[in-house]
């Protein structure tokens, strides 16, 4: 009983010294760096967490604070100055380090998307902390919600996009906007198939009508959609290529004929292969003619 009480005295005295050594030598760093590059500096992780001991929470909540008083300080009055990249850098290990210790903490992942993506165009860097947040708080529709936004809007990624508003879209409390956004997204991306199996899912855990009514939809287009790119790489393997336009598909029968757009446009083939239609999976009004 004693050897257990005594041991992590004994261990923590004996970290001591590496604690003082690890100080020691961060500060002769600090002193052969550049101007401004020292503030860049954050302690690693590990070490954070044996020099908080049993207080993770408390020291995230303070470099949280310290991040918040750092950004508010870079405003003049209603004007805010030039931040410096080194700075933003240093906005940006400060909220990594909070995020490592205690990694439910959900503000500075709220923060680092607000500010690193907007203004620092630091987007893949406020990914990294957003993917770790989204592993830990894996009930949270947010932060996988703010990937999705973020891969679409930021960096173009439209099935990156989809994967990640498609999780979001799973989450309690998860607006049903998300996945109607995620089957389209995907849909552009060319990943036509995850749309369908996704829809299929939605579509068994959803009662209003009013959504059920556009799963239906969007599926039938979607799996029209399918059908029509299993039948170009059936030509594709067939002739080498793909085809000039959907109606080779029919002459070569490969299939019967081009299924109808539930949304009203017509259905068409890209240049890579893949297919889309003029309806862009949204309802097209009609257009009657008149005649005289």
């Not at 923060?111 to 830990?136: C, D, Q």
Request: net charge positive; no cysteine.
């Amino acid at each position: 009983m004693r050897i257990s009480r005594i041991f992590p005295v004994l261990l923590l005295i004996a970290l001591i010294p590496a604690y003082f050594s690890t100080l020691s030598n961060i500060s002769l760093m600090n002193k052969s760096l550049p101007k401004g590059d020292e503030v860049n500096l954050v302690l690693p992780s590990p070490i954070l967490k044996i020099t908080s001991l049993d207080f993770d929470g408390l020291t995230a909540d303070a470099l949280y604070l310290k991040a918040l008083v750092f950004y508010g300080g870079t405003y003049i009055g209603e004007k805010q100055r030039k931040v410096h990249e080194w700075e933003y850098a240093r906005l940006y290990n400060t909220l990594k380090a909070s995020t490592d210790l205690d990694p439910y903490f959900l503000d500075p992942y709220l923060f680092a998307n607000g500010v690193l993506t907007w203004e620092a165009k630091m987007v893949r860097e406020t990914n990294i902390l957003l993917e770790k947040g989204s592993r830990y708080r894996n009930w949270d529709y947010w932060l996988p919600f703010f990937l999705g936004f973020n891969y679409y809007y930021f960096l173009g990624e439209n099935a990156k996009a989809a994967e990640y508003l498609m999780e979001a879209s799973k989450k309690p409390g998860a607006d049903p906007f998300y996945s109607y956004f995620a089957a389209r997204l995907a849909y552009k991306g060319n990943r036509t198939e995850n749309s369908v199996v996704f829809l299929e899912g939605m579509l068994k855990t959803t009662k209003d009508k009013t959504l059920r009514k556009e799963y239906v939809t969007r599926l039938e287009a979607l799996k029209a959609i399918l059908y029509l790119e299993k039948g170009v790489a059936v030509y594709k393997e067939k002739f080498g290529r793909n085809p000039e336009n959907l109606n080779a598909l029919t002459k070569q029968r490969i299939i019967g004929q081009i299924p109808e757009d539930p949304y009203g446009g017509e259905f068409y083939i890209e240049k890579d292969g893949s297919v889309k239609t003029t309806s862009d999976l949204r309802p097209m009004k009609k257009i009657k003619n008149n005649k005289e």
